[in-house]
């Protein structure tokens, strides 16, 4: 996403240049491609068991900018159809890409997560209980002398 938003940056100041323009927009679309390799990946490393659950919640909170980015666009081109006006949107874009992209990088994990566990009915007593579909390997902490 950060070079995504470089990219973003690279229309904002192309100015009337069409071929610039093109050419960042289309590189910056190509970049985006690299979102689905990344970010929408690592929901399914950190609990698979629960993957579209926690896409469809990532997704729900993402879809925000989709009905608030037309309302700021509005609020800044309204009777201002402008070089200087459009540069200013798509500097808002471009901060927003590398600064989402530069909190993902630093902290991702993608560790399977405590809460990936399934409920299991116990045959004994028909109780629930919770069992990991993916163990994981636990490590012994040694209690201190």
């Known amino acids: 996403m950060v070079l995504n938003g470089c990219a973003v ?3 904002a100041y192309s100015g009337c240049n069409v071929i610039s323009a093109v050419f960042f927009l289309v590189l910056s679309l190509t970049l985006h491609g690299a979102v689905s390799t990344a970010a929408l990946a690592s929901m399914v490393d ?3 068991n ?8 990532v997704s729900t909170v993402a879809t925000i900018t989709g009905f608030v980015s037309p309302i700021v666009v509005g609020y800044i ?4 159809q402008s070089i200087e006006a459009w540069q200013h949107i798509f500097e808002i874009c471009s901060a927003m890409l590398i ?9 991702n994990d993608a560790s399977l997560q405590p809460w990936n566990k399934s409920a299991k009915k116990n045959a004994e007593g028909g109780e629930k209980e919770l069992t990991l579909l993916y163990p994981v390997e636990e490590t012994k902490e040694e209690s201190p002398k």
């Open 77 to 80: 081109t309204f009777e201002n």
């Open 46 to 48: 950190i609990s698979p």
């Open 9 to 11: 940056l690279g229309i």
């Open 50 to 57: 629960y993957a579209s659950i926690t896409l469809g919640i």
């Open 99 to 107: 600064v989402c992209g530069l909190i993902y990088v630093f902290f």
